[in-house]
T-cell receptor, first 111, second 115 residues
Framework: GNSVTQMEGPVTLSEEAFLTINCTYT??????LFWYVQYPGEGLQLLLKATKADDKGSNKGFEATYRKETTSFHLEKGSVQVSDSAVYFC??????????FGKGNQVVVIP | GAGVSQSPSNKVTEKGKDVELRCDPI?????LYWYRQRLGQGLEFLIY????????KSGLPSDRFSAERTGESVSTLTIQRTQQEDSAVYLC?????????????FGPGTRLTVL
């Protein structure tokens, strides 16, 4: 069935460092792909999305490109800030618009 | 405007008791979803409501779980005879429609702890 796999473990990095969080998917067809973010003490919110192959989603300095050749949707940001500390979830849409999520990655940015 | 709200925010219960969780979606959103997140796991889909259509219950883990929604408003998720493995954060989301790719807006969740 359709599923999403995120790289294991938390990510700790210094302010202004480059961030990459890997996400790969298994799916029938080409579903829309999403990154959701959960800031401390807040609810899950949509960060960016891409609806078809080669699309690039972007928001708040984050980017992710829908790569059908590698079935990936890696999240990147060129220069992270302390305020980017959060948990990031990759997801794809299935039937009835329900989402299949990866396990999430805790990102901690150190000043 | 108001976002998705859920109550209670925290619930501690004893094994074997029934619990009821509530979700108030964004007004005008026809689609409503329940997910749960167990410790160290991603979110798992539980159930989906769209307007007056029959709900998609394909994610409910057992017959101890049920959910209702009145029209396009409040939804309640009921867990009967709770077990320790039911401990999780239960998240509700709503979207303007059930069309594929429509953004879902999430509530803050209910943290359920079964002792």
């Amino acid at each position: 069935g359709n599923s999403v796999t995120q790289m294991e473990g938390p990510v700790t990095l210094s302010e202004e460092a480059f961030l990459t969080i890997n996400c790969t998917y298994t799916a029938t067809g080409y579903p829309s792909l999403f990154w959701y973010v959960q800031y401390p003490g807040e609810g899950l919110q949509l960060l960016l999305k891409a609806t078809k192959a080669d699309d690039k989603g972007s928001n708040k300095g984050f980017e992710a490109t829908y790569r059908k050749e590698t079935t990936s949707f890696h999240l990147e940001k060129g220069s992270v800030q302390v305020s980017d500390s959060a948990v990031y979830f990759c997801a794809l849409v299935m039937g009835n618009n329900r989402l299949a999520f990866g396990k999430g990655n805790q990102v901690v940015v150190i000043p | 405007g108001a976002g998705v709200s859920q109550s209670p925010s925290n619930k501690v219960t004893e094994k074997g008791k029934d619990v009821e969780l509530r979700c108030d979606p964004i007004s005008g959103h026809t689609a409503l979803y329940w997910y749960r997140q167990r410790l160290g796991q991603g979110l798992e889909f539980l159930i989906y409501f769209q307007g007056n259509s029959a709900p998609d219950k394909s994610g409910l883990p057992s017959d101890r779980f049920s959910a209702e929604r009145t029209g396009e408003s409040v939804s309640t998720l009921t867990i009967q005879r709770t077990q320790q493995e039911d401990s999780a954060v239960y998240l509700c989301a709503s979207s303007l429609s059930g069309a594929s790719g429509t953004e879902q807006f999430f509530g803050p969740g209910t943290r359920l702890t079964v002792l």
